[in-house]
């Protein structure tokens, strides 16, 4: 099996491996269960190190891990990478159940996520085609660290709206489930499907949704943020430059002073340097 040559043929089917091993991974989770295995009690007790050695081998998603073993590939999956993990799986969970309030202990589905929710989001829809590509991109090639920080791009945006299209929240549990099988497993039995989320089809992203009508662009003054503006996506140059100055909290630095120069990183920044 060649995983690493960026020519072979295999390489496009990264997806379909890790899937096979998040089905692995989520049906041995459960025979952990059959058994009554407690990981706190095992973590606690020094004489079951063995089995707080296997919980813990599990739970930190060994079908990523064995899937870059099997790949020859030394871009493990940082371990630095896991609190923001773990944090972005519990803000997903929230989207979609609501904590239940003492002294009830029965957690009810949230109504943010529905069918009949708007689709006129286009932020929304562009963070999750922008999560699906990079997801794609990233799992195939063997760059699992980019697609954390793409996710939670989504994850804040779905955050932010006040409702969230059922058929958009299922797309992005699905780019989520190889990273966090447990929990996804969990949420797309919360929404009604009696089939594992395994066998779902990949989720495909469309390039025409990724367009920005406007571009947000970050002003500095020598070298520090002062401002940020918004222009069309096709504005040019010197249109951006001269929005850049006119800017009224860019005015109070640069205003009786000679712009020496301006400097404009395109589609990013724009800094100014004064005199």
Known sequence: MVLTSAKSPVRIHAIDWLRVLTVLDIFLFHVLHIFDFDPAAAIKNTETSLAASVFIFFSMQWSVQLLFLLAGSSNWFSLRTRPRQAYMRERVWRLLIVPADP????????????????????????????????????????????????????????????????????????????????????????????????????????????????????????????????????????TILATAKADQKVQGFIAGKEIKREIYVKGKLVNLVVG
């Open 103 to 238: 002294p009830a202990t029965v957690e009810t589905l949230a109504t943010k996520v529905s069918d009949d929710a708007p689709t006129d989001n286009k932020d929304l829809e562009r963070a999750l085609h922008a999560a699906i590509k990079k997801v794609t991109q990233s799992v195939t090639d063997m760059r699992f660290n980019t697609s954390i920080s793409e996710m939670n791009k989504f994850v804040n945006e779905a955050t932010a709206a006040t409702a969230i299209p059922r058929p958009w929240f299922e797309a992005f549990v699905k780019i989520l489930s190889p990273f966090a099988p447990h929990v996804c497993e969990e949420i797309w039995q919360r929404l009604g499907h009696t089939t594992t989320i395994a066998y779902e089809p990949w989720p495909a992203y469309d390039e025409a949704k990724l367009a920005r009508d406007t571009l947000k662009i970050g002003v500095q003054v020598m070298g520090k943020l002062r401002s940020e503006i918004e222009v069309p996506a096709d504005a040019t140059q010197e």
